[in-house]
């Protein structure tokens, strides 16, 4: 009898998988009552609804030769694949061995999965055509969101890679998820045409955005070897650097233009940060953005991100609250701030409160000490220190907050005006 039906947002929604099991786990909810239902990708104008995951402590360890071929079971196109893996926790949850017969059939389907990912990169077309190539597939969404980095990096020539609920474009730069084509006989000229439509218009739009391969956890000396954002955002997704990323829904990369010359660092995601897997867009962000244009800025023009990467949070409730990260916790994140500087190399960066200062300067900052004057750094850029916008929403009085949001626009004015100096 099914006790619960569990929707996830795509064949590739692996966080809210996860969320969902340990909550269900927790609940001790059998896996004979679990209907697991994957909706069809969103349309690419629509903006993805926000959804809130349910919050519950881990209660299976999975040991690290289940945990490496987990991704690939979950990326497959096998039926049961999401009963397997919950009917894996639920069995270590209960302090039980997995029986060889259920490991087995884990190991199976994510042998053919890897196989169908290397058919899939060994059929992309010779790069020696300087043309568009195009590929048809048959192969699941989720199984080309999984070997989007790879792609990108396999063949330097602009290509295509359609299926039918996913098509991915690499435009000899980075890589575009858009939805699929249903009709693959249009002509080629036509689907070139409307792949460069989709990557243009997908820009910034959420459902690209918050479409995520799956990926085996990064290393540091991965991480900074990164040579393009698409390839750090990718390796991002299944960071576990620190304890941050057990809680939280999953990895909020930075975003906007990267060519920016100007990059704002904040302190961390917050609440609707994690739920929509974008930094700043949340109470803080919308000040932020106000103030900014207030400035004369654009955040089309700039690229927004954060000193930690992941939500720190304690759970009262239905709500989710704040906590400030630790030392060890930005330290962690070091590896992909950094990166992500190297790789946008600004001219200018914005500090937005201590947690940002602190990791960008490397060390103890005071911002009302070291705030809006222009900060040399190593790499001969220029830092600029200011107040984390969600500090004037915390002011107490509408006169405190007129006197410092004005004095934040001045900040921003200035990093914005020091291009031109």
């Not at 190991?107 to 568009?132: F, G, H, V, Y």
């Not at 609920?165 to 249903?182: H, I, K, Q, V």
């Amino acid at each position: 009898m099914i006790r619960e039906t569990v929707t996830l947002s795509t064949t590739s929604d692996f966080s809210g998988w996860r969320a969902w099991a340990r909550k269900l786990l927790h609940d001790k909810v059998s896996t004979e009552s679990i209907q697991w239902i994957v909706e069809a990708p969103p349309s690419l104008y629509g903006t993805s609804a926000t959804r809130t995951l349910p919050t519950a402590p881990s209660t299976a360890s999975l040991p690290r030769a289940l945990a490496a071929i987990f991704p690939a079971v979950f990326v497959s196109d096998a039926p049961d694949r999401l009963h397997l893996l919950y009917l894996t926790l639920q069995t270590l949850r209960d302090g039980m061995p997995v029986p060889d017969e259920l490991a087995e059939r884990l190991r199976s389907i994510a042998m053919e999965t890897r196989k169908k990912a290397l058919d899939l990169r060994c059929q992309m077309p010779d790069a020696s055509n300087p043309e568009w190539q195009i590929l048809h597939t048959s192969h699941t969404a989720a199984l080309i969101d999984s070997q989007a980095d790879a792609l990108s990096n396999l063949r330097p020539t602009p290509w295509i890679v359609m299926a039918p609920d996913r098509t991915l474009l690499w435009d000899g730069r980075e890589y575009r998820f858009g939805p699929g084509f249903t009709d693959n006989a249009l002509p080629p000229s036509e689907v070139i045409e409307t792949a460069r439509e989709l990557a243009t218009a997908g820009r910034g739009n959420a459902y690209w955005d918050g479409i995520a391969p799956v990926r085996l956890h990064p290393t540091p000396g991965k991480i900074e070897s990164s040579a393009s954002l698409a390839s750090l955002r990718a390796q991002a997704i299944d960071c576990q650097m620190c304890e941050l990323c057990k809680p939280a829904t999953r990895t909020v990369s930075g975003e906007g233009n990267p060519k920016a010359r100007i990059i704002f660092i904040g302190e961390q995601p917050g609440d609707q940060e994690d739920l929509h897997g974008r930094p700043f867009v949340g109470p803080a962000g919308q000040l932020f953005d106000l103030a900014l244009r207030e400035a004369g800025g654009s955040r089309a023009e700039m690229w927004i991100t954060n000193a930690v990467k992941h939500f720190k949070f304690i759970p009262k409730g239905h709500r989710r609250i704040h906590q400030k990260p630790d030392t060890p916790e930005i330290n962690a994140c070091t590896p992909w701030l950094a990166t992500e500087r190297r790789v946008l190399s600004p001219e200018v960066t914005v500090m937005l409160g201590v947690t940002a200062a602190s990791a960008v300067l490397g060390r103890s900052v005071t911002v009302s000490r070291e705030r809006s004057r222009p900060i040399p750094l190593e790499d001969g850029s220029i830092g600029l220190v200011t107040v984390h916008p969600s500090y004037l929403l915390r002011l107490p009085d509408e006169e405190s907050k007129a006197r410092e949001y004005t004095k934040f626009v001045n900040d921003l004015r200035m990093a914005i005006s020091t291009l031109a100096g």
